[in-house]
């Protein structure tokens, strides 16, 4: 049994990171900026505008997985916003690596969530590795700069960050959002529909932190199913799976440009992602095929 700490324990992955850790035997804790003391796991206080962690939180640690972050998605890209992407997991690093090397604590590990934007909005259907090189938009500069603070933990531990890719899970994320206007009969695919969407069960990235972690692995790992679909593909297949027909046109780039801005680029763009490198260590995809992995989280 190891003991975990999680920053951003509450979130998306968060949560179904912490109960798949917990039921495999461990003691999970989470930070959070507002703990509940009726929560479902110890939480402890940290704040990065006061640069304060309760030092409690890091009692018996054997290994933090960084997963806090401000949603990329959430609000319009000003410039405020941007900085507020940045830095929420940029100075969280920073603040973790202070107080860990202040109080000597003796880790195992340090995990840290990345993004496939690493290598850039759209990189078309090019087969991108570890090994590709970044791309030069807002999020690939922000995934490097995010990559960069957590090399600072090398020091004194072994580092792995998980560039994780499009996540489908019934609770939220990008499937939930394609399946809102698909329930209203106002489903369609974007753009050209033809961007490809390196896509992952939420089931399968929390197996992947759990493997990293107990291996205490080190390196970049990409976290994404081998089959990629297109955006067109998974809206035709969600609203398939929902009984709703599609019978609008494809939603035009022009209009998400105008009404989402720069942020559009996450929609209009796609990656083709390999998790080769993942595999070659031994773990195994539970969901490769998209009709699988809709079917366990829809039906």
């Known amino acids: ?116 934007g690493y290598y850039g909005s759209d990189t078309g259907t090019e087969v991108v590795t570890e090994a590709s090189p970044p791309g030069d938009d807002f999020l690939a500069r922000v995934v490097q700069a995010w990559e960069a603070e957590a090399d600072i933990f090398r020091e004194i531990t072994t580092v792995s960050k998980v560039r994780v890719g499009v996540v489908l899970s019934e609770k939220g994320g990008a499937m939930v959002e394609i399946l809102k206007p698909i329930k209203y009969f106002l489903g369609a695919p974007l753009g050209s529909g033809q961007q490809i969407m390196s896509w ?34 998974l809206t035709r297949l969600l609203a398939k799976t929902v009984n709703k027909p599609l019978f609008l046109p494809n939603v035009p780039a022009v209009m998400m440009k105008l009404f989402l801005g720069e942020m559009s680029q996450i929609v209009l763009g796609g990656s083709n992602v390999s998790a080769a490198q993942i595999q070659k260590l031994g773990f195994r995809f539970s969901f490769t095929q998209i009709d699988h992995a809709v079917k366990d989280l829809l039906e």
């Open 200 to 233: 992952i069960h939420i089931d399968d990235l929390c197996r992947i932190f759990q493997f990293v972690m107990e291996k205490e692995l080190s390196g970049t790992y990409n976290a994404t199913t081998p089959n990629a679909v297109t955006n067109e593909a």
């Open 1 to 116: 049994m190891a003991k975990i700490l999680i920053t951003g324990g509450s979130g998306l992955v968060g949560t179904h990171l912490s109960k798949m850790l917990k039921n495999a035997g461990n003691e999970v804790t989470h930070l959070s900026r507002s703990p509940d003391p009726s929560g479902d796991y110890p939480t402890f206080t940290w704040n990065l505008h006061a640069r304060f962690i309760d030092e409690e939180a890091f009692s018996g640690v054997d290994h933090i997985i960084h997963l806090a972050g401000a949603g990329v998605a959430d609000k319009r890209w000003t410039k405020d916003r941007k900085k507020v992407i940045l830095e929420s997991r940029t100075a969280g690093i920073r603040l973790l690596h202070e107080y860990v090397t202040r109080l000597g604590i003796r880790l195992k590990s340090f995990i840290s969530a990345s993004a496939i």
